[in-house]
């Protein structure tokens, strides 16, 4: 990584802690003045500017999270470099139990206000109030990560990292792309599973409830079933790439957010299964796939980063 990447990373990773309105002024500021210092610490050397002077430097200079504290007053829960995470995860978490409970409750029919108030009760002692034990996992997250930073401070010293790898490597990515094409496999041909475990000898009903409606396999399944299949070539470019590039990441945005399209339909067009009950499972866990999806696609749209000068000035 050359000493603009290395900057790059460290400012990336300081201003995603910030609130939106405030990181794109900050990156600015704070660019600047990473720029200027490690420059000055280069002629102070007698040496060229490279990237093991501007690691050095931001080693010293902070971590990431001790430098986006100073910007903001964060909240206190476990370190002070954590607290907003803390928050931000705690509400993700419970929107997300809270959403799926609404949507288990309320996929039966409601005929009358008895059933709609029932169902909401059901929600709200089922889901709602169980759901709290998940702050507390956090709490408990939080304080071994803090306990683990300090006990061991060396293995938590920052290091850059290039904004484009691929999380894992190529070897995770390929491991994907298998697992990707045994579940393509089950996804087109579902009764397979029953074969193999009962070699052929299943009770009809079992098959019954693994096979696709008609009017699913004519209508949504062709289109399905090919947003699907492309993932395959896209992640074979992936992989020869050996990182993501702005295309990649916008071809694989268009792929979800269509797929996402695709099985939103489905869900709300018709029976996709035989059976009810596979029906009902089949289109809970395509709404948490939609759900998990566009979830994502938002956290990557909140978490880019444009330094601004125009606005830094401004400020």
């Given at each position: 990584?050359?000493?603009?990447?290395?900057?790059?990373?460290?400012?990336?990773?300081?201003?995603?802690q910030?609130?939106?309105?405030?990181?794109?002024?900050?990156?600015?500021?704070?660019?600047?003045?990473?720029l200027?210092?490690?420059?000055?610490?280069?002629?102070?050397?007698?040496?060229?500017?490279?990237?093991?002077?501007?690691?050095?430097?931001?080693?010293?200079?902070?971590?990431p999270?001790?430098?986006?504290?100073?910007?903001?007053?964060?909240?206190?829960?476990?370190?002070?470099?954590?607290?907003?995470?803390f928050l931000?995860?705690?509400?993700?978490?419970?929107?997300?139990?809270?959403?799926?409970?609404?949507?288990?409750?309320?996929?039966?029919?409601?005929?009358?206000s008895?059933?709609?108030?029932?169902?909401?009760?059901?929600?709200?002692?089922?889901?709602?109030?169980?759901?709290?034990?998940?702050?507390?996992?956090?709490?408990?997250?939080?304080?071994?990560?803090?306990?683990?930073r300090?006990?061991?401070?060396?293995?938590?010293?920052?290091?850059?990292?290039?904004?484009?790898?691929?999380?894992?490597?190529?070897?995770?990515?390929?491991?994907?792309?298998?697992?990707?094409?045994?579940?393509?496999?089950?996804?087109?041909?579902?009764?397979?599973?029953?074969?193999?475990?009962?070699?052929?000898?299943?009770?009809p009903?079992?098959?019954?409830?693994?096979?696709?409606?008609?009017?699913?396999?004519?209508?949504?399944?062709?289109?399905?079933?090919?947003?699907?299949l492309?993932?395959?070539?896209?992640?074979?470019?992936?992989?020869i790439?050996?990182?993501?590039?702005?295309?990649?990441?916008?071809?694989?945005?268009?792929l979800?957010?269509?797929t996402?399209?695709?099985m939103?339909?489905?869900?709300?067009?018709?029976?996709?299964?035989m059976?009810?009950?596979?029906?009902?499972?089949?289109?809970?866990?395509?709404?948490v796939?939609?759900?998990?999806?566009?979830?994502t696609?938002?956290?990557?749209?909140?978490?880019?980063?444009?330094?601004?000068?125009?606005?830094?000035?401004?400020?």
């Open positions: 990584m050359n000493t603009n990447d290395v900057i790059t990373s460290y400012v990336n990773e300081v201003v995603l910030l609130p939106r309105k405030q990181r794109n002024d900050v990156a600015f500021e704070l660019r600047a003045l990473l200027e210092e490690c420059q000055a610490k280069a002629e102070e050397m007698e040496r060229p500017l490279d990237a093991e002077i501007v690691i050095e430097f931001l080693q010293g200079f902070g971590h999270n001790e430098v986006a504290a100073r910007y903001q007053p964060v909240v206190t829960i476990i370190d002070p470099s954590d607290g907003n995470k931000r995860l705690s509400i993700i978490g419970l929107l997300l139990i809270w959403g799926l409970g609404l949507l288990a409750n309320f996929s039966q029919p409601i005929n009358s008895t059933d709609f108030i029932r169902a909401l009760s059901s929600w709200w002692g089922k889901t709602v109030i169980p759901s709290f034990w998940w702050p507390g996992v956090l709490v408990v997250s939080f304080g071994m990560a803090s306990w683990a300090q006990r061991r401070p060396m293995q938590s010293k920052w290091k850059p990292r290039a904004p484009d790898q691929i999380a894992g490597g190529r070897a995770a990515m390929a491991l994907g792309l298998v697992a990707m094409l045994c579940g393509i496999y089950l996804l087109i041909n579902p009764t397979w599973i029953l074969d193999v475990v009962w070699s052929g000898k299943a009770a009903a079992a098959y019954t409830a693994l096979t696709y409606t008609d009017t699913f396999l004519q209508r949504q399944a062709p289109y399905l079933f090919t947003l699907v492309l993932n395959i070539p896209f992640f074979f470019s992936v992989i790439q050996g990182h993501w590039t702005n295309t990649l990441r916008r071809i694989e945005t268009g979800s957010l269509l996402c399209a695709v939103t339909w489905t869900i709300v067009d018709g029976a996709i299964m059976s009810p009950a596979s029906d009902s499972t089949a289109k809970f866990f395509m709404g796939i939609v759900a998990f999806s566009l979830l696609i938002l956290v990557q749209f909140l978490r880019q980063v444009k330094p601004s000068p125009s606005q830094g000035l401004q400020a």
